[in-house]
């Protein structure tokens, strides 16, 4: 099987890469990825150096149809679209590009899937196109979609376009909405990996608002498996929520932190919080679990330990992020464009 994995060198791509990888090894893998600031190609050190021919690393956008084509000419089975500006925040200061990258972006994809007949079209989404939730309650595939932030209202729109294509020209898609994934090769603006990178620097830890935002954190590789029974077994057309039931507030995960790193409480600085911050997020993952079989490995507890020891350990990954240095790295090895 050949698959076109878009936005690889991110958070959850380069995770997904590696789990591949290591599930069906061999799977030809293409990696399209425009490298933003948040594509790290040392990410997937170690996977890019295979000199066989079944990874292959090509720097295009999107958003650029002419720089997909080829991809799509060279044939594919499957498109995995991990490729989205991601981070509320930016969103929030400049939703411009969230809107080209996230919809229009997608909607490229989804033409050349359709021209060049493309098997399957995976889209990874979120739970935050649901919008929030109060102090009961879990969002499930028919939860009416409600976003709150250009981030997540870019998402919506995307995959209103993918249900689309699937109505119209009876493209076989799925969509995967997951909650908050945490694990290695994050980018440190997002909550874990900035409050790892704060504490073991002795510097403040900056908290939104009270703190007590709830999020359902999802350990990366248990989202990887998921993505993976999706790709083989998602029935055509169908949305699969993802998600640990593993609720936690950011001040109970910042408290988890410096425990495990031995950093005291007075590191905590809450900060004004982010404009239209939802306060709840918590997924009902069934129709995933009986349907296709999924069962997360990753307890909250074992996840986080990992996480932190990860990123602890990886000082050089985190340094070369805090220089800049890791925006000049090259794919190594053979068989990158
Ligand atoms: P990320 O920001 O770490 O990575 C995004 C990747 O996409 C980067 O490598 C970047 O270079 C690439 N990219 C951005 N714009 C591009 C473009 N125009 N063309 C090609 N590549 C481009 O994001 P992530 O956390 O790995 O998220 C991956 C996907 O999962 C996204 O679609 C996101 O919306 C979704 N998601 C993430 C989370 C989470 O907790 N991280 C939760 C739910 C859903």
Known sequence: MKLLITGGAGFIGSNFLHYMRKAHPAYTLLNADALTYAGNLTNLEGIESVPDGSYRFVQGDIRDRAAMEPLFQAGVDAVINFAAESHV????????????????????LLELAR???????????????YGTLGAAGLFSETTP???????SASKASADLLVRAYHETYGMNVNITRCSNNYGPYQF??????????????????????????VR???????HCSAIDLVLHGGAPG????????????NLQVVATILEALGKPASLIRHVPDRLGHDRRYAIDADKIRKELGWQPQFPYERGIRATIEWYA??????????????????????SND
């Open 89 to 108: 925040d930016r969103s929030i200061v400049q939703p411009d590009i969230f809107v080209t990258t996230n919809i229009v972006g997608t909607q490229t």
């Open 188 to 213: 440190p603006e997002k909550l874990i990996p900035l409050m790892i990178a704060q504490a073991l620097q002795d510097k403040p830890l900056p908290v939104y608002g009270d703190g007590l935002n």
């Open 145 to 151: 979609l409600s976003p709150n932030s250009p981030y």
């Open 313 to 334: 350990g990886h000082a050089e990954w985190m340094e070369r992020i805090a220089t800049g240095t890791y925006r000049s790295m090259s794919a190594g090895g053979g």
């Open 238 to 249: 169908e949305i699969y929520n993802i998600g640990g039931r593993n609720e936690r507030t």
């Open 216 to 222: 359902d954190w999802l350990y990366v590789e248990d």
């Open 115 to 129: 021209a060049y007949k493309v098997d399957k079209f995976v889209q990874i989404s979120t739970d935050e196109v």
